[in-house]
T-cell receptor, first 117, second 114 residues
């Protein structure tokens, strides 16, 4: 079964420090995409970063980087230089390739990040 | 700035009411989605449309009826809902259904069924 596991229900980080949010996934597909989304209290799901299963380099987008370890099936999100506006729920998600499952996006339960001033 | 808009943002309805949620995407995508987000549960995919054709119905009760008149618009018609249907309903769109097709979400409609 395809599944995303986020083991940290809540995390605290001091402003300006880096933080790592954990994500492990389970799939038998060879081709898949991994995504991280941010959801502030307003509710909108904001796309942060994408990693393809065949990408050899870790994805980076500004202060966000994805630590992709394929053999361990982990896709941790690293946020550098945390800001107060980073306080939100963070969701890891996986999308198998279309041929398998209609392109479903499978979400984890999320991690609530709180940035302390 | 989001390329996916949803209206209304908040909706309170009785169990006997009929209402509709609207989603519009301005990204030129061809796939659109409805998700349900309940408290303390992961996002649940409800429906998928690709080029206006429904490709996925994730065992959603018939009191939820989707409509996709074109690739830019998606509706969710609601009737005879139950209190447990209270949730945040999110619309998303993507370019294709493949693994690399990033889904972009709208701001959601927060639905309360009384």
């Amino acid at each position: 079964a395809q599944k995303i596991t986020q083991t940290q229900p809540g995390m605290f980080v001091q402003e300006k420090e880096a933080v790592t949010l954990d994500c492990t996934y389970d799939t038998s597909d060879q081709s898949y995409g991994l995504f991280w989304y941010k959801q502030p209290s307003s509710g909108e799901m904001i796309f942060l970063i994408y990693q393809g299963s065949y990408d050899e380099q870790n994805a980076t987008e500004g202060r966000y980087s994805l630590n992709f370890q394929k053999a361990r099936k982990s896709a941790n999100l690293v946020i550098s230089a945390s800001q107060l506006g980073d306080s939100a729920m963070y969701f890891c998600a996986m999308r198998p390739n279309y041929g398998g499952s209609q392109g479903n996006l499978i979400f984890g339960k999320g991690t609530k990040l709180s940035v302390k001033p | 700035e989001t390329g996916v808009t949803q209206t209304p943002r908040h909706l309170v309805m009785g169990m006997t009411n009929k209402k509709s949620l609207k989603c519009e995407q301005h990204l030129g995508h061809n796939a659109m989605y409805w998700y349900k987000q309940s408290a303390k549960k992961p996002l649940e995919l409800m429906f998928v449309y690709n080029f206006k054709e429904q490709t996925e119905n994730n065992s959603v009760p018939s009191r939820f009826s989707p409509e996709c008149p074109n690739s830019s618009h998606l509706f969710l018609h609601l009737h005879t809902l139950q209190p447990e249907d209270s949730a945040l309903y999110l619309c998303a769109s993507s370019q294709g259904l493949g693994a690399g097709g990033t889904q972009y979400f709208g701001p959601g409609t927060r639905l309360t069924v009384t």
